[in-house]
């Protein structure tokens, strides 16, 4: 069975969606075997709403068609990084930056395999069909690749375990949840 984190051939259907987040208008081209193809996923948006006064050096981590990376890099005085297992979503990712007038540096990595850097923000959706075991090392990997005093944002509905892993996180970072609309949370985790 072919799913987005997965680079199993599904036959191509290019769409383009358009969007409007805080005020700033993002037009992205999605595809079969690519999250949330449809446009952008709600959850996402949330997350992307709810940030603010991002700046320094980001990671858009598992950036699928780019929804995250492109509006922090238009929203934001930043430089973003945006890497990707799907070989499918990265390219789309590549495309949509140019799509939306932005200059974003886009890259196929399995999980930080190639990243070699530290940032000031991590911000993800995080891949949730992977299981808890990868999703956890996703998430506490990332304190290796945050600046001290760096922030991982992340989306997560309840019904994934939200409240369950805010309180595991707390073992590495300082927690703060930042927003909660219908069942997503939006969490931040301090590198201190
Ligand atoms: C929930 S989707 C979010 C996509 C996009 N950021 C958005 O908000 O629409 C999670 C993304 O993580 C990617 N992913 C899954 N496993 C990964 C891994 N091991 N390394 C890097 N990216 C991964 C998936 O391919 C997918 O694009």
New binding site residues.
């Given amino acids: 069975m072919s799913h987005?984190?997965t680079n199993d051939y599904v036959e191509s259907k290019e769409q383009k969606t358009k969007c409007i987040i805080k005020n700033t208008e993002l037009t992205f081209i999605t595809d079969n075997g690519?999250?949330?193809k449809k446009g952008?996923?709600f959850g996402?948006r949330t997350l992307l709403e709810t940030l603010d006064n991002i700046s320094g050096q980001v990671l858009?981590?598992?950036?699928?068609?780019g929804?995250?990376g492109i509006y922090v890099k238009k929203a934001f005085e930043t430089e973003v990084d945006a890497?990707?297992?799907?070989v499918r979503?990265m390219n789309l990712a590549k495309k949509n930056a140019e799509l939306n007038n932005t200059k974003i540096n886009i890259f196929e990595?399995?999980?930080y395999e190639n990243i070699t850097k530290q940032y000031d923000y991590i911000i993800?959706?995080?891949?949730?069909r992977?299981g808890k075991k990868?999703l956890y090392q996703?998430l506490f990997d990332a304190k290796k690749y945050l600046k001290k005093e760096g922030q991982l944002w992340l989306v997560i509905h309840k019904d994934q375990g939200a409240k369950t892993l805010a309180k595991d996180l707390e073992k590495e970072y300082k927690i703060e949840i930042k927003n909660k609309n219908k069942g997503f949370y939006i969490i931040c985790a301090r590198n201190n």
């Fill in positions: 987005y984190f690519v999250f949330s952008l996923d996402t858009d981590f598992g950036c699928g068609y929804p995250i890497i990707d297992i799907n979503a990595s399995n999980m993800t959706n995080p891949p949730i992977v990868i996703i």
